[in-house]
């Protein structure tokens, strides 16, 4: 999915079930910012507090140094994209956050494919959001905090719809085919366009990464399944013991899915607001939502967020005229940096040497992070991006940084 559904669509729903303009801004701004924050680079902060020190997390790299280990959830530029082909951005961003598998039972038994989740149907992200809502009802979390969070794992959820089928690791179930598309909004057949939009694609990713194509996620079928406009066939590989391999093929409308992922959301926030009144009945919305759908952005979201967001702003604002849309995850990052700081350090990366000032950052900074990593603890446990587990490269690098940062 994109920001067509992550912000737009979660906006749209969290005002029709009830809540207010800005508590709704809250959830859909922190639904889609889980796809824009891509900081992954070690940094210092000079006002870490206490909850961030917390001994089960992994977000204080080193509090001598002040050195930051940022809970890094999505992937946003082309750039970024040459990191996924590193185990660690497998399991602990793309699998995690977007690709999510059903429950630690699947996990274990090797298959970490998504599965559309339904409220309270006992799978990791569904599980999440039945503990959100007991902390909401005791009291235990702060209206900010829990509107944030609740963004946060809307994200999660509502992915597993449409990246039903595959893993966020590099794993053989992710070679597919696109058999066939349809633009659901003129009932044209635009197999060919998107087979030629796919092959450009993955060229370029090809350039970046300067290897094959690894077959992370659906990478092998370029967006098609975030597209809400197309319905699409494919053909996929099942597993069906140690040495057989079975091929299947998945048909669907991303429109019905991806109004049928906001049903479970809409149920979920009028369960949380309880005799608070709806401003719309699910029946109206439900229409309006496969209308918000029917929009194809496929270029300008080639382009990037920025490209897109005004054609979708315009088209949205058209269905739903009382509601207010407004997103720059840009502009989010900034906020995030409240103050620099005269405390300078000199650290070594990869034996060159760098001079980081320590800054002080905002709480919501701060929650995000603490909130990301919770979630990685609830599928992998405490400490749950041990450093010791990545490659020795990488641990002898930080190793340099930590020791002439002390």
Not at 280 to 286: A, K, P, V
Request: proline fraction near 3%; glycine fraction near 4%; hydrophobic fraction near 40%.
């Amino acid at each position: 999915m994109d920001i067509s559904f992550h912000y737009f669509a979660v906006k749209s729903v969290a005002r029709a079930a009830g809540y207010d303009e800005l508590r709704a801004q809250q959830i859909a701004v922190f639904s889609q910012f889980i796809d824009d924050y891509n900081w992954y680079s070690y940094f210092r902060a000079a006002n870490i507090p206490y909850y961030i020190k917390d001994k089960k997390l992994d977000i204080v790299f080193n509090e001598t140094a002040k050195l930051i280990n940022p809970v890094t959830t999505g992937f946003i530029d082309w750039v970024d994209m040459a990191t996924l082909v590193l185990p660690r951005p497998q399991k602990y961003t793309v699998s995690a956050f977007h690709f999510i598998p059903q429950d630690s039972e699947s996990a274990a038994a090797g298959d970490k494919r998504a599965v559309p989740a339904t409220l309270n149907d006992g799978s990791y992200i569904s599980t999440m959001l039945q503990e959100l809502q007991t902390e909401i009802a005791s009291h235990k979390i702060t209206d900010n905090d829990a509107l944030m969070r609740m963004g946060m794992l809307f994200h999660t959820f509502a992915d597993t719809y449409a990246h039903q089928l595959f893993t966020g690791y590099n794993n053989k179930v992710n070679s597919v085919k696109l058999i066939s598309a349809t633009d659901n909004i003129t009932g044209d057949d635009v197999t060919e366009k998107y087979h030629f939009w796919i092959e450009k694609w993955i060229a370029r990713v090809k350039s970046i990464i300067k290897t094959n194509l690894p077959t992370i996620g659906h990478m092998a079928i370029a967006h098609i399944p975030d597209l809400s406009h197309l319905s699409f066939e494919m053909e996929y590989t099942v597993k069906k013991d140690d040495k057989r391999y079975e091929t299947r093929r998945h048909s669907r409308s991303n429109t019905s899915v991806f109004v049928t992922a906001c049903k479970q959301l809409y149920d979920y926030m009028r369960g949380i607001l309880g005799d608070h009144p709806a401003n719309m009945e699910w029946d109206e919305l439900s229409e309006k939502l496969a209308r918000g759908f029917l929009i194809d952005a496929t270029d300008e979201l080639d382009k990037g967020e920025s490209a897109a967001f005004p054609k979708l702003k315009a088209h949205w604002s058209g269905i739903f005229p009382n509601y207010s849309y407004s997103y720059d995850s840009e502009q989010i990052k900034r906020d995030f940096v409240t103050a620099e700081t005269n405390d300078i350090c000199t650290i070594a990366v990869n034996g060159t040497e760098m001079s980081l000032t320590a800054k002080n950052y905002s709480d919501d900074f701060y929650k995000f992070n603490y909130f990301a990593d919770l979630h990685l603890i609830r599928l992998y446990g405490e400490h749950p991006r041990n450093w010791l587990s990545v490659n020795e490269a990488e641990d002898n690098d930080l190793v340099a940084l930590i020791n002439k940062a002390d």
